[in-house]
């Protein structure tokens, strides 16, 4: 097989692995990714995945058979396997609906802080994560959705809940990781990219929602790293396009 043709290879295991991890939450086995459909035998994969971990791609939890992905697995995830672009995008009727609804609540509000709150509401509940928005400028961080933490898979050590749960109160701390510069209109973060040991746990999404009065606004959404990024990033790329055409109304 050439380098090139093994280079691809192991980007469908990872690939694979990913998907089924944020699927199922469980440790990935060499005969699941079989049973996914992918042509390689089992031995062949069980050998990929050795790879996979050697380099820091996968990590092994205690004595399962079974791999995980690391950070590092996600960022190549995100970078160069899974299509988010516009026309890629999963939007679902839900996403829709969240739209009408900001739609309407900016016929009914007459303050950009108010419609901020509103759809970090909004985001939070249709991702059961933490929402957020901010204006720049304007210190109060407008967040939804702390108890989600709970649920949260990787968060049921009550220090870490603890510690997390600390950090989201500070709206200094808040602030300051929300204003960095973005690559594009919505950007994710992956664990230590977010800059604080009490995420290194969590990814971050950042969306740019426009200007009003020469003030930016964003929109951020805060989870475990195993998240649906397609659907997150779908979800804040729709919403903040729609906020950045209702500034036109205030």
């Known amino acids: 097989m050439c380098p090139r043709e093994a280079k691809y290879r192991k980007e469908d295991v990872l690939a694979e692995i990913v998907e089924a991890y944020l699927e199922l939450g469980v440790p990935i086995a060499s005969q699941l990714i079989v049973e996914r459909g992918l042509s390689c035998s089992s031995a062949t994969i069980r050998n990929i995945m050795a790879e996979l971990t050697e380099e820091g791609f996968l990590a092994q939890p205690h004595t399962s058979a079974g791999r995980i992905p690391t950070e590092k ?98 709206e200094d701390v808040i602030y300051e990781i929300f204003w960095r510069n973005l690559r594009d209109r919505v950007d994710v973060f992956i664990g230590e990219e977010i800059g604080l040991p009490e995420t290194r746990d969590c990814s971050l999404i950042i969306s740019y929602c426009g200007e009003i009065n020469d003030r930016e606004t964003r929109l951020g959404l805060l989870g475990p790293m195993r998240m649906d990024y397609e659907r997150n990033i779908s979800l804040m790329e729709e919403i903040s396009r729609e906020l950045e055409e209702l500034w036109n109304r205030f």
């Open 73 to 170: 697995a996600y960022r190549y995830y995100l970078d160069y396997i899974v299509e988010v672009g516009p026309e890629r995008r999963k939007v679902d009727k839900d996403v829709r609906r969240a739209e009408k609804e900001i739609e309407k609540s900016a016929e009914q509000v007459n303050k950009i802080d108010e419609l901020l709150k509103i759809t970090a509401d909004i985001i939070s509940e249709l991702a059961h994560q933490t929402g957020m928005g901010v204006v720049w400028g304007n210190k109060d961080i407008y967040m939804h959705g702390r108890n989600y933490i709970v649920d949260y898979q990787e968060f049921q050590d009550i220090k870490k809940i603890k510690d997390l749960l600390t950090v989201l109160e500070s």
